[in-house]
């Protein structure tokens, strides 16, 4: 029975992971909602018109096209998804730029913005990025002379050259006091991101900001970091009131000398400050069978110059050393010199001890003066509004996708938005492909509940309790012992009920017995 109940099993979860798959194995396009401010699958072909590449010319140079790098909507290399397309950074090295329209324009007022797209480096990425720009809403924005000084609100997506993986979220502020836009950038998260880089994977990518003045960074749904743009943002998005005068300079008889020599300590007139450090050992000796005479090092006898050696052109030849045959068994040869000894009588240089400087004055700091350029912008959330998004990329590797662009002020539509488009292509626990399967295959009902409700079945009838199972303070618990166990009330009438009929019974049957002709009775 339990044979065929693994086997059963088995059926079950083989007939759920084929209708699984096949439905998993269709991507379905999704239609993008109506509310967002752009929604791009890119799962038609060629690409939409409404994306414009960039025709920007380089400087000094007007006949030559700066973003010279295509753009290609196709399929990803893997094709786990037929159907599934995206847009892709296809020339390494070179520069590439597009961008899109957003209608209407996006304005920064009491919603939250909410932007996020997916990246997929299918070769890896050796050195550049694959942000994203929300640019700034302007009369005289033209996308075809999109370029990187175009103006921007926002700059978000990853970066990476070398071993550094950021995370990038810049956004320009407007300096009321300058007149000038200045980017600040948001603090890198301390997670470690090079996975997200080097695993061969699409990843999501999420910037929520909020009204409050705050922001979220999320990576395949899970929060990487999170700051305020008052607090969070290098620079501060908000100057400080004082700053250091520029034009303070220290003065000359400033002492910021923490401690000073003792002047009332003199140097002792035994110091010898000539004394050397190491002197000869005035107890060593010559060994006897030292030869001086001799040298330790002789040349070569046998050695000749080479036959193209030119005194003019090469000096005078020598001929290699070796060691001299003479002092082989002697302790040493060629003048003796005795080894050195620590000094007794060296001292040093003196020095007077230090003490605490009577006349310090600290570390000498430029006086703070009123900041000229301070302002105070208690919402930095209102930023410029955005006119369109773009990508402006420099990659040395190729064949970087970007998939599912949205940009919306709604977070629940944005949860939808993403459940339709990379929920649909993550793999689901076992459970939910349980129950997924049955939306096509109704009949799977049947199986599960067979499945399920026959162990429970055979649970029941092999472990229903007797008195073999049960708590050990009831009275039917029994327990296997040497000692003979009591009788319970309950058993003594049982016991005595089944004697009384067991008596009847055998005298009924001695009866019967007796009524009966017996078989040597007949025979005689």
């Not at 791009?40 to 939409?48: G, N, V």
């Not at 990425?125 to 302007?138: E, F, N, P, Q, V």
């Not at 994977?201 to 979220?216: A, G, M, V």
């Amino acid at each position: 029975m339990i044979s065929r109940q693994g086997m059963l099993v088995g059926l079950c979860f083989y007939l759920t992971w084929t209708a699984t798959n096949e439905d998993q194995s269709i991507y379905r396009d999704i239609n993008g909602p109506s509310k967002a401010y752009i929604t791009e699958t890119f799962d038609t072909s060629p690409l939409d018109r409404n994306w414009v590449l960039s025709q920007a010319l380089k400087e000094r140079e007007l006949d030559i096209h700066k973003y010279d790098g295509e753009w290609v909507v196709e399929e990803p290399s893997n094709q786990e998804f037929p159907g599934n397309k995206g847009l892709i950074l296809k020339s390494p090295g070179r520069h590439h730029a597009i961008a899109t329209y957003i209608h209407p324009v996006f304005h920064f007022n009491s919603k939250p913005l909410c932007l996020q797209y997916e990246v997929f480096f299918q070769k890896g990425i050796d050195c550049g990025g694959a942000y994203i720009k929300l640019l700034s809403h302007s009369d005289d924005l033209r996308l075809s002379q999109f370029n990187d000084v175009t103006p921007y609100t926002i700059m978000f997506g990853p970066d990476k050259c070398g071993n550094t993986y950021k995370v990038h979220f810049i956004f320009r502020h407007w300096n009321p006091v300058t007149g000038l836009y200045e980017e600040k950038h948001a603090q890198q998260p301390e997670a470690d991101l090079s996975e997200y880089f080097i695993d061969h994977k699409p990843h999501l990518y999420t910037l929520n900001l909020y009204p409050d003045n705050t922001f979220e960074i999320l990576i395949d749904q899970v929060l990487v970091n999170q700051g305020s743009l008052l607090m969070d943002m290098d620079p501060p998005v908000v100057p400080p009131c004082e700053i250091e005068d520029p034009e303070d300079t220290k003065p000359t008889n400033w002492d910021d000398r923490n401690h000073i020599p003792d002047p009332a300590v003199m140097k002792p007139q035994d110091w010898d400050e000539e004394a050397p450090q190491f002197i000869a050992d005035p107890k060593a000796q010559r060994p006897l069978a030292w030869i001086e005479e001799e040298e330790p090092f002789i040349p070569h006898p046998e050695a000749h110059p080479p036959i193209d050696w030119s005194v003019d052109m090469d000096g005078e030849w020598e001929a290699p050393l070796i060691a001299n045959p003479a002092c082989s068994e002697a302790p040493g040869c060629g003048p003796w010199k005795p080894p050195m000894v620590s000094n007794p009588a060296y001292k040093g240089k003196w020095k007077a001890p230090m003490i605490d400087n009577p006349n310090y004055q600290g570390k000498w700091k430029p006086q703070m003066v009123p900041n000229p350029a301070y302002f105070e912008d208690p919402q930095p959330f209102k930023m410029s509004p955005v006119g369109a998004v773009g990508f402006e990329l420099w990659s040395l590797t190729g064949n970087v996708l970007f998939d599912n662009i949205l940009l919306c002020d709604d977070l629940e539509l944005a949860k939808r938005w993403t459940e339709d488009t990379w929920g649909q292509r993550q793999t689901p626990g076992i459970v939910k492909r349980l129950l997924s399967a049955t939306i096509k295959h109704p009949w799977l009902w049947s199986v599960y509940v067979f499945t399920v409700g026959l162990p429970i079945i055979l649970f029941v009838s092999f472990m229903w309790p007797d008195k073999r199972f049960g708590p050990p303070d009831q009275d039917y618990y029994y327990k296997k012992s040497d000692e003979p166990q009591p009788d319970s009330p309950q058993d003594t009438e049982s016991n005595s009920c089944l004697s009384d009929c067991g008596a009847n019974a055998r005298t009924g049957s001695r009866k019967r017995d007796t009524n009966k002709p017996q078989k040597n009775q007949t025979w005689n």
